[in-house]
């Protein structure tokens, strides 16, 4: 949710007798969620998410007017929990649901779900070619990306199956800043790891002859030139 969105309270229930005029669909304006969050600094509580990651949080329901008019949304502020007394707390951000019976915990964990599903897609587009399809027809939408995902499921149930180490290998150097090389396998380094043991078995082999020997790397050679 945007740190200026404009939300209001729900509206009032009319008390004793009808009055005229049209009922009002929307109470009064409340603060943006970063004021609102920071008006209110007792409202924090520390949730532990599955993952292990500690957050403060706190949640208050409202009228998104602008995108769902009358329907409501709990609306869920988190901040990076400190580690010692001496440590400021993150960044608050904000998340939001329709569903006003989740928790601020539970809110936080489903979008820590769908964030895996987002780098996934991000990364089956750049290797997988998941956005290039040029379909013309219904059945052609309907089957060219389940079969890539169905792909990329094969790729990823050959790196599990493997019982020997040492399958993800060399990582370009922008992955190797933080957690790696304790980071968990990305699809990148799957789809790597697969193309890898193909290009073992066909190249690291003796050829009988100078003539087989150069077709071989020929065929590397083009391998290569295609593999980006």
Request: net charge positive; with cysteine.
């Amino acid at each position: 949710m945007r740190f200026d969105a404009a939300l209001y309270e729900r509206p009032p229930k009319r008390q004793g007798r009808r009055r005229r005029g049209r009922a009002p669909e929307r109470g009064r304006r409340l603060a943006q969620p970063k004021l609102h969050a920071a008006h209110r600094p007792g409202d924090w509580t520390v949730v532990q998410l599955a993952n292990g990651k500690r957050y403060e949080v706190q949640a208050w329901v409202g009228l998104w007017w602008s995108v769902f008019r009358e329907r409501p949304v709990l609306v869920a502020a988190s901040r990076r929990a400190p580690r010692r007394k001496a440590d400021r707390p993150g960044e608050g951000q904000f998340f939001y649901t329709t569903d006003l019976t989740m928790t601020p915990k539970q809110v936080l964990e489903a979008y820590a779900d769908r964030w895996a599903i987002e780098c996934l897609f991000h990364e089956v587009k750049e290797r997988m070619g998941f956005e290039e399809p040029q379909c013309r027809t219904e059945k052609a939408v309907e089957r060219t990306a389940p079969f890539l995902l169905w792909t990329v499921g094969i790729v990823q149930y050959w790196f599990l199956a493997q019982k020997e180490g040492g399958l993800v290998g060399w990582r370009p150097r922008w992955r190797n800043k933080r957690k790696a090389p304790t980071a968990a396998p990305s699809f990148s380094d799957m789809l790597a790891a697969l193309r890898r043991d193909i290009l073992h078995d066909a190249f690291a082999c003796r050829s009988d002859s100078e003539n087989e020997l150069h077709g071989k790397l020929n065929t590397l050679i083009e391998s290569a030139a295609f593999a980006a």
